[in-house]
C-alpha cells in the first residue's frame, strides 16, 4: 500500500531542474506533498485531488493523474533551499476524506552551488 | 503563530520504562495524528483524533501504545515497556480537518530505548 517515490536520491546544481515521480497501486483520492529538512518537521507544499489537476506556487508545481494512480512533483531553477527530502503522501479511494495518509520513503535532493 | 508543539525533543529510555509523549496542536485545529518515522523512512501512521474522538487506531504496533486527546486539545502518546524496536521519532501533526487539509507536522520526539 505504501506509494513508491522515485528516484531515491538526486544531486542538482542550483538553477537545475528535477522530477520526483509518485506511484500507487491503489487508485487514490488524494496526494500530498511535504519537504522534509534534516532534523525538522516535513512541511506542506501541495495537495491534489483526483481529478488530473495541476498545481503550483512559484517554482514548484505538481501533477496527479488518477488513472495511473501516480503523481509527479516538479522543481525548476532549483535553489539552495529546495534541499531536503521529499515525501509523497496517498490517500486510497477507499477512505476518500480521511486525511489518513501513506507516506513512501521519500526522495533526497541535494541542491550544490 | 505558534506551530504544533512536541515534547520532550529528545527521549532515552531502558528497554522496560513507560514514557509519555506530548502535543500541542495548533489552536482551534480539529484534527490531530500521530505517526512514527524509521531513520531513512517515510513516517508511518499510528491513529488519529477528531477533537476527542479517536477515529482511527489501527496503525499502532502493539497494545503496549495508547494515545489520548482528552478535550480535543493536548494529545499524549503513551508507550508501555518501551522495547528496541520502539526506537524512532515520533511525530504528531494536526489539521484544520476534517478533510483535504494541509497537516501541520511538530519537530518530533526522538526515542531512543537502549
Not at chain 1, 487508485?27 to 485531488?49: D, T
Not at chain 1, 539552495?80 to 503522501?89: A, D, E, I, P, R
Not at chain 2, 480535543?72 to 528496541?84: A, F, N
Request: glycine share 10%; hydrophobic share 30%.
Amino acid at each position: 500500500q505504501q506509494p513508491v517515490q522515485s528516484p531515491q536520491a538526486v544531486i542538482l546544481r542550483e538553477g537545475e531542474d528535477a522530477v520526483i515521480n509518485c506511484s500507487s497501486s491503489k487508485a487514490l483520492y488524494s496526494v500530498h506533498w511535504y519537504r522534509q529538512k534534516h532534523g525538522e518537521a516535513p512541511v506542506f507544499l501541495m495537495i491534489l485531488l483526483k481529478g488530473g489537476e495541476q498545481k503550483g506556487h512559484d517554482k514548484i508545481s505538481a501533477s496527479f493523474n488518477e488513472k495511473k494512480q501516480q503523481s509527479s512533483l516538479y522543481l525548476t531553477a532549483s535553489q539552495l533551499s529546495y534541499s531536503g527530502t521529499y515525501f509523497c503522501g496517498t490517500e486510497p479511494s477507499t477512505q476518500g476524506g480521511s486525511e489518513k495518509l501513506v507516506f513512501g520513503k521519500g526522495m533526497k535532493l541535494t541542491v550544490n552551488p | 503563530g505558534a506551530g504544533v508543539s512536541q515534547s520532550p525533543r529528545y527521549k532515552v529510555a531502558k528497554r522496560g520504562q513507560d514514557v509519555a509523549l506530548r502535543c500541542d496542536p495548533i489552536s482551534g485545529h480539529v484534527s490531530l495524528f500521530w505517526y512514527q518515522q524509521a531513520l531513512g523512512q517515510g513516517p508511518e501512521f499510528l491513529t488519529y483524533f477528531q477533537n476527542e474522538a479517536q477515529l482511527d487506531k489501527s496503525g499502532l504496533p502493539s497494545d503496549r501504545f495508547f494515545a489520548e486527546r482528552p478535550e480535543g486539545s493536548v494529545s499524549t502518546l503513551k508507550i508501555q515497556r518501551t522495547q528496541q524496536e520502539d526506537s524512532a521519532v515520533y511525530l504528531c501533526a494536526s489539521s484544520t480537518g476534517p478533510y483535504n487539509s494541509p497537516l501541520h507536522f511538530g519537530n518530533g520526539t526522538r526515542l531512543t530505548v537502549t
